[in-house]
Nanobody, 125 residues
Framework: QVQLVESGGGLVQAGGSLRLSCAAS????????MGWFRQAPGKEREFVTA????????YYADSLKGRFTISRNNAKNTVYLQMNSLKSEDTAVYYC??????????????????WGQGTQVTVSS
């Protein structure tokens, strides 16, 4: 089992920034590819970004490239999501998730075995 706990969400004005963190515990963090997804009210959960177990490769939803950055610190068992130039449409619950190192389609929620409880991000316009 892997336990994931997100933090760093909150209320921010449009154009502002937030940094989300996801702390992992339970199993060797570096054995997992990590991803961030989000779900806005009335919408399906959507892929935001992912990073491979070593941090060597990152993937982003096309619409978010250039504003969001994923990173990880395996020594701290933590993955981060830096969000800049936030827009009202970024308002959602943000979830981190862990997938095994063999997972390939990291943009697919079904690839992930473990999920955090989510953290709310609200961007006011």
């Amino acid at each position: 089992q892997v336990q994931l706990v997100e933090s760093g969400g909150g209320l921010v004005q449009a154009g502002g920034s937030l940094r989300l963190s996801c702390a992992a515990s339970g199993r060797t963090f570096s054995n997992y590819n990590m991803g961030w997804f989000r779900q806005a009210p009335g919408k399906e959960r959507e892929f935001v970004t992912a990073i491979t177990w070593s941090g060597g490769s990152t993937y982003y939803a096309d619409s978010l490239k250039g504003r969001f950055t994923i990173s990880r610190n395996n020594a701290k068992n933590t993955v981060y999501l830096q969000m800049n130039s936030l827009k009202s449409e970024d308002t959602a619950v943000y979830y981190c998730a862990a997938a095994g190192v063999g997972a390939r389609r990291l943009e697919k929620a079904a690839e992930y075995n473990y999920w955090g409880q989510g953290t709310q991000v609200t961007v006011s316009s």
